[in-house]
């Protein structure tokens, strides 16, 4: 079982799912955008990074599904279950980064649940809004559309911050034809997108963080960078990597060769998943 | 470290937490209720009960803190971390009772998360709503308010279902001066709306479900009836435990001996919290 199957399988019988968020048309024309994302000890992090760290990586995690949409966050509801490890002073260094990132991304912090388990479980829902029938969408790639990142690309071991890029999407709203956050790789994401617009992508090169190779920005994860495309005669900012092509949808090449969907997939910890 | 200290730093910066639900005000005329809740294996339930059984939980336990406002539910997230020993059919059973749940409610199903751990984890997020200011708030009681329950008590010993008590929360709206669910044991969780009126509380007498002892329906979880208050002139529907009384904010009797404020407490499987 793969990540992207048991998701199908809970898209056939709610039609929402699908994006970085959940969008739901609400009245004074806005659409509401809701995202969760867990934050789990030895799958997301481990205890070498400090309580503030985490924290701070937990929200920007859903921050970042909000800025893939367009989105503008409000409200955040943080769940956590403490380990048997965590002691107060950790909490508190926890909840000092859970507030840094919410006040960065001009949220607040409206609730949540607190309960205990064997490892640390840190569940982050944010609520944002965007203007109505505008959310940016991973389905709307078009043949002859260009493929942009907002940033260069390394994966976790390069990226010791992450900023979610809420000023960068919204710039995106009424321009590009498709968006979505890079979390698990550039391979398996633009995989993701390109298999939601039934198109193929051709990478033609990948801007780098200092000292990051091709193979760690196309298969590690948590980059957080937002991955688009708009139509040639649109003008957006960001860096240009690629092109929307003819092809099996889903299928990658990267200067002609097939790029693997492999990426971080959560139920097997790295695993390819094959185009179609 | 008990939950209650926990929550109440919480508070400190962040006006909004305290309630069963977050309330968020909201244009036309309604207020937006948030409300996330654990389900977590050996915490909230153990592998003896069937996978629906479980789903189905996860989502009531969510939906009853709507009912305690007397809202209404709309979107629900479900994030699950599934135990290495989840087969697939195990999770079908799981998402059957998730479904189950969400249909009784009238909810739908609008995202998640999923990721894997140890232990299976579920995080159910619901977004809800109900007239602007009138949901139910834990701090109304008043000294001389009457004391109800909307059903007999037990705890989950004896109660192998769950039915959020949607329609009888709606039914105390503009009536009830507090409400919550009884989550956590009668006797806990009347303290914390004793706290958050202060007002202490006086118990008569308690119904109790078939077989079930009186220690059970204080200090057990998981009944989900709803705890309630309303001046004596005013007719709610539901069964009459007692009165709020003058006296140490938090302090309860029953049958005028002193009860301890002790019920699930997550922090510490079951611990006692000195009133105040």
């Known amino acids: 079982v793969t990540e992207d199957t048991?998701?199908?399988?809970?898209?056939?019988?709610?039609?929402?799912?699908?994006d970085d968020c959940a969008v739901i048309p609400s009245p004074h024309n806005v659409d509401l955008l809701f995202t969760t994302d867990f934050s789990i000890?030895?799958?997301?992090?481990?205890?070498?990074?400090?309580?503030?760290?985490?924290?701070?990586?937990?929200?920007?995690?859903?921050?970042?599904?909000?800025?893939?949409?367009g989105g503008k966050p409000l409200y955040c509801l943080v769940s956590i279950a403490?380990?048997?490890?965590?002691?107060?002073r950790w909490i508190d260094g926890l909840y000092r980064g859970i507030h840094k990132m919410l006040r960065k991304a001009k949220a607040s912090l409206a609730g949540g649940d607190i309960s205990h388990a064997d490892q640390l479980v840190c569940d982050v829902m944010v609520c944002?809004?965007?203007?109505?029938?505008?959310?940016?969408?991973?389905?709307?790639?078009?043949?002859?559309?260009?493929?942009?990142?907002?940033?260069?690309?390394?994966?976790?071991?390069?990226?010791?911050?992450?900023?979610?890029?809420?000023?960068?999407g919204r710039k995106l709203i009424?321009?590009?034809?498709?968006?979505?956050d890079i979390s698990d790789g550039l391979a398996l994401d633009l995989h993701r997108l390109c298999n939601a617009s039934k198109v193929a992508a051709k990478l033609d090169s990948i801007?780098?963080?200092?000292?990051?190779?091709i193979e760690q920005a196309l298969h590690d994860g948590e980059d957080?960078?937002?991955l688009y495309t708009a139509p040639p005669r649109v003008r957006v900012p960001g860096i240009r990597i690629g092109t929307i092509v003819k092809g099996t949808p889903g299928a990658i090449t990267?200067?002609?060769?097939?790029?693997?969907?492999?990426?971080?997939?959560?139920?097997?910890?790295?695993?390819?998943?094959?185009?179609?």
């Open 207 to 213: 801007p780098l963080l200092k000292s990051a190779t």
């Open 254 to 276: 990267f200067r002609d060769g097939p790029v693997s969907p492999r990426g971080y997939d959560h139920m097997r910890a790295t695993t390819t998943i094959s185009p179609q």
């Open 174 to 180: 009424g321009k590009a034809t498709a968006c979505m």
């Open 82 to 88: 403490l380990a048997p490890w965590t002691r107060p």
């Open 128 to 168: 944002g809004f965007v203007a109505s029938g505008k959310a940016l969408l991973r389905s709307g790639a078009r043949r002859g559309d260009i493929l942009y990142v907002s940033g260069p690309l390394g994966g976790w071991r390069h990226r010791p911050v992450v900023v979610p890029q809420l000023a960068a």
């Open 6 to 18: 048991i998701v199908k399988k809970l898209r056939r019988r709610a039609p929402l799912i699908g």
């Open 41 to 69: 000890e030895g799958v997301h992090f481990t205890r070498k990074s400090t309580a503030e760290e985490i924290g701070y990586r937990a929200v920007a995690r859903s921050i970042s599904d909000i800025a893939a949409m």
């Open 224 to 226: 957080y960078e937002l």
